[in-house]
């Protein structure tokens, strides 16, 4: 089972104990690649993806575990895109 496969699993699974490195790793393997915020973008980061809508999130601070909402936000459009 790939490292990808792996992540998939852990996320579909809502754990609460989902990193932003983990987040990051996964979205790149499908697609996304990171785009940097101007000089006041702060904790914002946005993923773009050639076919699939961008996906805007804040970076969480000071810890790096993502929210419940965002891991349920982002299935959402990993499947309506059927990306899973």
């Not at 810890?63 to 499947?79: E, R, S, T």
């Amino acid at each position: 089972m790939s490292k990808k496969d792996k992540l998939l699993l852990k996320i579909q699974k809502r754990p609460k104990d989902f990193t932003w490195e983990e987040l990051t790793r996964l979205l790149k393997s499908l697609g996304y690649k990171s785009v940097k915020p101007g000089k006041t973008g702060g904790s914002r980061r946005r993923f773009i993806h050639p076919t699939a809508p961008p996906i805007n999130l804040h970076k969480p601070h000071p810890q790096n575990i993502i929210k419940q909402y965002i891991i349920n936000d982002i299935l959402d459009l990993l499947k309506e895109e059927k990306m899973i």
